[in-house]
């Protein structure tokens, strides 16, 4: 059982090259999460999916964009790197879609970004 | 605004002594409330909830927490700490309606360092 899976683990990129993040999870969770840490800013919510089909914008939106046409994968897209993009980027998922949900997160081992 | 607050960048105990980890919570409404940990090179693992009911959370590897509603803290606590306890500890609070997303905000990180 893999749990969450990230790939690439490291990708350097430069200034305006694109490219992609994915996220596999196999525990059939409805939620799926795009986050960025940061040096003293903890993790920061880029945008998150509630099922199939379903994308939201979180607290740092800007610069990203998420599809999740199948509902054990989540992308996360970066179309013009910029310096500022330079994070670790961790892929989470959780169970949900009813009301006692608590939201408990399963996290991925994270994808390091550089832009150059 | 719902944020989390973790007073202290880093926390420094001899091993065998109590530890404590901050956290200080301001959310509508009555609080979801977790702690993650996160080892170097990996991704977050879950430690403990409080969703209601008793104040005292016990968790994995030992770690318990206490809820204050008064004081609006979830510190995390160990009788006894162990240098395999060094890592970086989150604090988070859950917002939204679990049926909505149920997203987690997080606090910036509080390194322990656990020496023997």
């Known amino acids: 059982n893999a749990g969450v899976t990230q790939t690439p683990k490291f990708r350097v990129l430069k200034t305006g090259q694109s490219m992609t993040l994915l996220c596999a999870q196999d525990m059939n969770h409805e939620y799926m999460y795009w986050y960025r840490q940061d040096p003293g800013m903890g993790l920061r919510l880029i945008h998150y999916?509630?099922?199939?089909?379903?994308?939201a914008k979180g607290e740092v939106p800007d610069g990203y964009n998420v599809s999740r046409l199948k509902k054990q994968n989540f992308l996360l897209g970066l179309e013009s790197a910029a310096p500022s993009q330079t994070s670790v980027y961790f892929c989470a998922s959780s169970y949900g879609g009813h009301r006692e949900y608590t939201g408990e997160l399963f996290f991925g081992e994270g994808s390091r970004l550089t832009v150059l | 605004a719902q944020s989390v607050a973790q007073p202290e960048d880093q926390v420094n105990v001899a091993e065998g002594n109590p530890l404590t980890v901050k956290c200080t919570y301001s959310?509508?409404?009555?609080?979801?409330l977790f702690w993650y940990v996160q080892y170097p090179n990996r991704g977050l693992q879950f430690l403990l909830k409080y969703i209601t009911g008793d104040n005292l959370v016990k968790g994995s590897y030992g770690f318990e927490a206490e809820f204050n509603k008064s004081q609006t803290s979830f510190h995390l606590k160990k009788p006894s700490a162990l240098v395999s306890d060094s890592a970086l500890y989150f604090c988070a609070v859950r917002v939204g309606r679990g049926n909505q997303g149920g997203k987690l905000i997080f606090g910036q990180g509080t390194e322990l360092s656990v020496k023997p």
């Open positions: 959310v509508s409404g009555n609080p979801y």
């Open positions: 999916s509630v099922g199939e089909g379903t994308t």
